[in-house]
């Protein structure tokens, strides 16, 4: 049976296969745009899954949803390499929201009733100047 772990979004990831880490840089919170339409260079996906040793690699989909609006699904593949933890990384150069409202990725894996899937919401909020003081 699978479980997620963790589920969140970043720009860009490091991984140390020596030390098995991975470093998420730039985790995506919220997003404040002056202008739109807004692409997102790069947007990373990780999902910390486990199954119990005898369940195969799985598939995996990654929805993107502005409000209501299906942006666009991704197909990825966890990968246990004969462990019980993965973390399965979808890895996009470029992400474009049309408006202001709430990004959500919705992942998912497995089918009948093995299925899990996870959620990570942000807001895409509209400002009139951005500024760093």
């Not at 692409?39 to 993107?64: G, L, M, Y």
């Not at 890895?91 to 990004?103: F, K, T």
Request: charged share 25%.
């Amino acid at each position: 049976m699978y479980s997620g772990k963790l589920l969140l979004c970043c720009a860009q990831i490091l991984t140390s296969p020596v030390e098995n880490s991975l470093s998420a840089i730039e985790v995506v919170d919220d997003i404040r745009a002056s202008a739109f339409p807004l692409v997102i260079p790069r947007f990373t996906v990780v999902w910390a899954i486990t199954r119990d040793a005898d369940d195969p690699d799985v598939e995996c989909r990654a929805s993107i949803y502005l409000e209501n609006d299906k942006l666009n699904e991704f197909p990825f593949k966890a990968l246990f390499h004969k462990q019980t933890r993965a973390r399965a990384v979808l890895m996009l150069n470029g992400v474009a929201i049309s408006r202001p409202g709430v990004l959500k990725v919705i992942c998912s894996a497995g089918d009948g009733g093995g299925a899990i899937s996870a959620e990570y919401s942000l807001r895409v909020d509209a400002v009139a100047k951005i500024s760093y003081e």
